[in-house]
């Protein structure tokens, strides 16, 4: 029964999410969005552990890097977010063509971000490691990593994107393949490049971008094949292909939302990096080395609320608020049981999955607190994320920015340099303010949501 249900789940076939059984929508969203995660999360961690072959430098590098690109994802995930919704509602409405004219307005804002991020990475990479408090040998050696990173980015806007587009028309399997295909090939290359192994050169921390931006470039070749003359429900044709700029208005207005959002949680980060960086670099690399980790948990969640965004935009679509208010509800529940298992999982074997990845004992044992204190917050955590994904998914994308902003900005920040630089609890102090924060804002999230106003919004 449950494997043919599974495999069901893999297929092709485009079922309507909107008449089925609530369970069963879930479900058929939910793994392959899941296990499109899992590849995301699987090479995020590959990545780390390759790169950290390379000393404990090139792993702050990519940490700082990484804080960097964060804004990069906001942006990305911001646009994807708001042609998520769009698509959702449309499909819902029975209106594909409409749907697809969407899909190709929010493409065109995609490009035109990414080409003016590629000029800021190529010609400031190495300014804003210094803003970002890197030693001078980072910079030197590092800035080769953020240039590729910033100046590809519009292979990462993309993939996001348009990942962003098949799941609000349903087709959650080909966004699945999407990542298994490019983090396949990135997880393939990134030895190969980063060690120089056959008749490659040996291109160090610079070979694990090169691998990301090929890797994710075939993805983006391999999405605009289904989008434009595959097996998509959602197709582009050529009428669809002109600007329109009142569609493009609507996007960007929800997008800011959804960027908003997201820049705010993301630049949080960059300020908590900013703190841990004014202790050991031991500190740094086994803060990084430990959110790759936590990434590695949080992503096969953050599938699975993406699935209730999908049931909210095309359930509202479909004139059925109560049942887009019961996906979520049952979405929420079942991610909260998922992280609770990995949050006592992690308790107990924080130090163990640290030394994977480094034989330092300091950068252990930071990485080691690190993941023990962040998994109390896990259980919270699981219910804030699929409900800040389901006022996305119904085009409200201003209430969660709100939210995120009272709970990253308003205590995160301050409670972080609180605890770690005034009351000299140091790393330790960042690690408590993530999980107190977390925490807060899910309950803040269960408690508007129940006020029921995102059932009113028009997209």
């Given amino acids: 029964m449950f494997y043919n249900l599974f495999r069901e789940a893999l297929s092709a076939k485009h079922l309507d999410l909107t008449a089925i059984s609530i369970n069963r929508a879930i479900f058929f969203l939910a793994v392959p969005m899941i296990l499109e995660m899992v590849m995301e999360a699987l090479f995020a961690v590959v990545d780390v552990f390759y790169v950290s072959k390379l000393g ?7 940490g700082l890097t990484e804080s960097v690109m964060s804004l990069v994802y906001s942006m990305a995930i911001g646009l994807s977010m708001a042609a998520t919704a769009m698509v959702a509602r449309r499909v819902g409405e029975k209106r594909i063509k409409d749907a697809a004219k969407a899909a190709m307005q929010a493409i065109y804002i995609g490009v035109g971000l990414a080409m003016i991020i590629s000029v800021v990475g190529l010609l400031f990479s190495e300014s804003i490691l210094e803003m970002m408090g890197a030693s001078e040998k980072i910079v030197s050696e590092g800035a080769i990593y953020m240039k590729w990173m910033l100046g590809g980015n519009i292979v990462i806007m993309l993939i996001f994107l348009i990942n962003g587009i098949f799941r609000g028309a349903g087709d959650a399997r080909i966004a699945m393949r999407t990542l298994w295909l490019s983090n396949g090939l990135n997880i393939i290359l990134d030895p190969i490049l980063i060690f120089g192994l056959g008749p490659f050169p ?5 070979g694990a971008a090169i691998a990301t ?10 999405q605009l094949y ?30 800011l939302g959804g960027t908003g959002q997201f820049l705010i949680s993301s630049a949080s980060w960059i300020f908590l990096m900013r703190i841990i960086s004014m202790f ?8 990084t080395i430990a959110i790759r980790i936590v990434i590695f948990t949080i992503l096969p969640a953050w599938g699975l609320s993406n699935a209730a965004a999908t049931l909210v935009g095309q359930n509202l679509g479909a004139q059925k608020p109560d049942r887009a208010e019961k996906s979520v509800w049952k979405a929420a529940f079942i991610n909260m049981i998922f992280l609770g298992i990995i949050a006592v999982f992690f308790f107990f ?7 994977i990845f480094t034989d330092d004992k300091l950068a252990i044992e930071y990485g080691s607190q690190c993941l023990q204190i962040i998994c109390f917050g896990y259980m919270a955590f699981a ?11 119904a085009g409200d994308t201003r209430t969660p920015t709100i939210l995120n902003f009272i709970g990253f900005w308003i205590v995160q920040i301050p409670l972080a340099y609180y605890l770690a630089i005034t009351i000299e609890l140091g790393p330790k102090g960042v690690f408590m303010a993530i999980a107190i924060a977390q925490t807060l804002l899910a309950v803040m999230c269960i408690f508007v949501f129940r006020q029921g106003k995102w059932k009113s919004t028009k997209i």
């Fill in 56 to 62: 404990i430098d090139m792993v702050a590098t990519v």
């Fill in 202 to 206: 040996e291109l160090g921390i610079a």
């Fill in 213 to 222: 931006n090929i890797g994710r470039g075939v993805g983006v070749l391999y």
């Fill in 226 to 255: 289904h989008l434009f003359g595959g097996n998509s429900v959602l197709k582009i044709m050529k009428e669809q292909f002109r600007v329109n700029w009142t569609i493009i208005k609507r996007l960007m207005n929800v997008s």
């Fill in 280 to 287: 050991e670099s031991e500190a740094l690399a086994g803060y």
């Fill in 349 to 355: 074997t924080s130090e163990a999955l640290i030394t």
């Fill in 383 to 393: 219910y804030g994320m699929v409900i800040n994904q389901a006022f996305n998914g």
